[in-house]
């Protein structure tokens, strides 16, 4: 199957700072992209769709200023938490779709911030 | 309301056994699809099946079977001969035509398998 990468796989930071995750499709082009965040022991929550050559797209409740996200390419989509505070440190998770609608997911990018 | 319901949220059975986990989806979509991934401690989602809403066929693989039931919206997931490697967060989730394909996951159950 298609594969799906995520960069870094951990990162700690301070608080007050800005981190950047990046999100590949490795083997294949996606137009969308999709990105989760999960809490401990909690289910997967969408926070937007990030749409290449277009603005994302952020479901209710998710701060687009707060959650950059840019799909600069048709194999790259990276989310930067702004302003990082301990509260948004949490496992956030990637998804593409293929041109056959099939939605693979990275391997996840947990974030810990101090 | 709840798209995807996973009333079970935690369930312990000892190796060897059988264990069906739940799944019951809402949607007034005709068109979707339905899925179920696997969670390990790593955090890496598994995929293991797909399947959309015109295929009702119940569906097999290895210890692994599926029950899709659209009279009841249910897509329940079992697991036979249950081992030790099966413990993870088993999530069922939901995508609709409608919605642009997002997947859309129930709050998942985690399975303990007891040697």
């Known amino acids: 199957g298609a594969v799906v990468s995520q960069h870094p796989s951990w990162v700690i930071c301070k608080s007050g700072t800005s981190v950047k995750i990046e999100c590949r499709s490795l083997d294949f082009q996606a137009t969308t992209m999709f990105w989760y965040r999960q809490f401990p022991k909690q289910s997967l929550m969408l926070m937007a769709t990030?749409?290449?050559?277009?603005?994302?797209?952020?479901e209710q409740g998710v701060e687009k200023d707060k959650f950059l996200i840019n799909h600069a390419s048709l194999t790259l989509s990276t989310l930067t938490v702004t302003s990082a505070h301990p509260e948004d440190s949490s496992f956030y998770i990637c998804?593409?779709?293929?041109?056959?609608?099939?939605?693979?997911f990275g391997p996840g990018t947990r974030l810990t911030v101090t | 309301a709840q798209k995807v319901t996973q009333a079970q949220t935690e369930i312990s059975v000892v190796e060897k056994e059988d264990v069906t986990l739940d799944c019951v989806y809402e949607?007034?979509?005709?068109?979707?699809?339905l899925f179920w991934y696997k969670q390990p401690p790593s955090g890496e989602l598994v995929f293991l099946i797909r399947?959309?809403?015109?295929?009702?066929q119940n569906e097999i693989s290895g210890r692994y079977s599926w029950n899709f039931q659209k009279s009841t919206s249910s897509f329940n997931f079992t697991i036979t001969a249950s081992q030790v490697v099966d413990s993870a967060v088993y999530f069922c989730a939901l995508s609709e035509e409608t919605r642009d394909d997002k997947i859309i996951f129930g709050k998942g159950t985690r399975l303990h398998i007891l040697p």
């Open positions: 990030s749409n290449e050559g277009s603005k994302a797209t952020y």
């Open positions: 949607t007034r979509d005709t068109t979707y699809y």
């Open positions: 998804s593409a779709i293929t041109g056959t609608y099939e939605q693979y």
């Open positions: 399947r959309n809403s015109f295929d009702e």
